[in-house]
């Protein structure tokens, strides 16, 4: 009877949890609503702010947890100044955001709102700045628009964007861009590379080294969630990338050279740095790889 008693009491609380959990998203939506969308909806033409897609993911690289995302935008949203901006392009372009005389703790509710929402990738936002920017002939920022809207608004990676939980699961070959299909890739390429230097096919381990230096980049779209979950560490994780490359060159310069013992040498070398970038980032990244 008291255990029965006992896990009445915990469902209550939980529920109540969850209830108090969803009633703060809502409220913190309201918020959003009533308070940011006049500047920073995603249609406007032109444009008064930077959208939501590109503030949540600039600040949850910015920062390394919910705690200190909901801070960093309440200090910037209560006073904004330059030396605080996140988005310091956005700033340039757009200009500051004004002081808006906001109450603190609605500020907190919007914060904590705006890292819980999944927001759609801005395609009309995208679509607007490429224009603006062609007309004033800054093919460097048009790029950069372009190559986003080119990544995440065809019909696949819009949808793949907003209804994640209706892709069915595969146990495939991973479909082409994604982190999964370049570890693949990555995968049979050490294969190939390890049989090469076995049999001391220089040649072979050559061609390995070399798909493994320049292998395929993700979609713009997975990088985008490889970021929102590495937060801070994605310098990190992008110096290790770097690493492997230059590895992987050094291997094919050897086997050119037709040198075993430095082949062998700098294959243990990559190998170690494989392996200690996945003991790093794997648990971190499992969800993308799935």
């Excluded at 949850?60 to 901006?85: C, G």
């Excluded at 890739?185 to 076995?198: F, I, K, M, T, W």
Aim: hydrophobic fraction near 45%; glycine fraction near 4%; proline fraction near 5%.
């Amino acid at each position: 009877m008291k255990k029965t008693l006992l896990l009445f009491t915990m469902c209550l609380t939980w529920a109540g949890g969850a209830q108090a959990a969803d009633a703060d998203f809502t409220a913190g939506k309201k918020l959003f609503q009533q308070q940011c969308l006049v500047c920073h909806a995603a249609d406007l033409d032109p444009p008064k702010a930077p959208p939501m897609f590109g503030v949540q993911m600039k600040y949850k690289m910015a920062t390394a947890d919910r705690a200190s995302f909901i801070d960093k935008i309440t200090s910037f949203a209560m006073h904004p100044t330059e030396e605080k901006a996140i988005l310091k392009k956005p700033v340039q372009v757009l200009g500051l955001m004004p002081e808006m005389g906001f109450d603190e703790r609605d500020v907190r509710k919007i914060a904590a709102y705006i890292h819980d929402e999944t927001f759609p990738p801005p395609c009309k936002h995208w679509q607007v700045a490429m224009r603006i920017f062609k007309e004033r002939g800054d093919e460097k920022a048009f790029r950069h628009h372009k190559k986003r809207y080119d990544a995440m608004c065809s019909t696949t990676s819009a949808t793949e964007a907003r209804e994640p939980e209706t892709q069915a699961p595969t146990a495939a070959p991973a479909e082409a861009g994604t982190l999964k299909s370049v570890m693949q890739q990555l995968g049979r390429d050490y294969a190939a590379l390890d049989h090469a230097v076995l049999v001391g096919d220089f040649a072979a381990a050559a061609v390995a080294a070399e798909h493994i230096a320049n292998h395929e980049k993700p979609s713009m779209f997975q990088r985008m969630k490889i970021m929102a979950v590495l937060r801070t560490e994605m310098s990190a994780f992008k110096q290790a990338d770097d690493k492997v490359h230059q590895l992987a060159m050094a291997i094919k310069q050897a086997a050119e050279k037709k040198d075993m013992p430095l082949l062998i040498q700098r294959q243990s070398g990559m190998l170690s740095a494989c392996m200690a970038c996945h003991t790093a980032y794997r648990s971190k990244i499992k969800d993308i790889l799935k």
